[in-house]
């Protein structure tokens, strides 16, 4: 095994940074060196930022987004419909259809997807919540936004089951061809979903 070169407070620096999604222990230390060396610039700005975060941002105990408001900025924005939920496995979904733009709704953040492989079952989820909103009323539509997996589709289809008798519109994302994608690189089950969702012109 290979001596360290550093000291222990930046080798723990590495090692919690290699952490991080997306980032290994080659990356890390990369990231670790530029942060020790622009200490004023980015450093201590940082900690700052993340000891801001760590006691101010928590989940929103409506939707399960993450902000330093509960209920969130999404649950209290009088500008968005309410009566539509967008369900969605994890914040970072949610963070990506708000980029798009493409829905001014209401979301409910599941925390995962069903996985009994992985002993994910419906306890762990946040889908009681959800039923209780439903329940609660005013809620008119929900549109089940989860990924294309055979995970994420077992999810939506145990939602749909539990709303079921419930007076609500449940709706799905659609499936097929992506904006620019040419059909040659598109695989067989994008296709043929595309297909099985075709629309008239």
């Known amino acids: ?17 290699a952490k991080l999604p997306g980032l290994g222990p080659r990356s ?10 622009r200490r004023e610039q980015l450093l201590a700005p940082l900690t700052a930022a993340m000891a801001e975060a760590r006691d101010r941002i928590g989940v929103c105990s409506t939707c399960g987004n993450i902000d330093s408001r509960d209920p969130c900025t999404i649950c209290t924005d009088q500008s968005r419909d309410q ?28 925390g995962g997807v ?4 992985e002993g994910v079952g419906p306890e762990d989820l946040t889908i009681r919540q959800l039923i209780d909103r439903v329940e609660a009323g ?16 077992t999810t939506a289809h145990y939602i749909m089951d539990r709303l079921e008798g419930l ?13 620019g994608g040419e059909l040659d690189y598109l695989d067989e089950g994008t296709l043929a979903a595309a297909m099985r969702s075709r629309t008239a012109l």
């Open 1 to 17: 095994m290979a001596k360290s070169v550093a000291g222990p407070e930046i080798e723990k620096l590495i090692q919690l940074l």
């Open 114 to 117: 069903l996985s009994p492989l």
């Open 28 to 37: 890390a230390r990369r990231a670790a060196l530029h942060l020790v060396k």
């Open 83 to 110: 009566s539509t939920v967008v369900v969605v496995e994890d914040v970072a979904d949610l963070w990506a259809l708000e980029r798009a733009k493409a829905l001014n709704a209401a979301y409910h953040v599941l």
């Open 138 to 153: 005013g809620v008119r539509e929900l549109v089940i936004a989860v990924n294309a997996t055979v995970e994420g589709q």
């Open 167 to 179: 007076d609500v519109k449940v709706t799905r994302l659609a499936h097929g061809v992506p904006v």
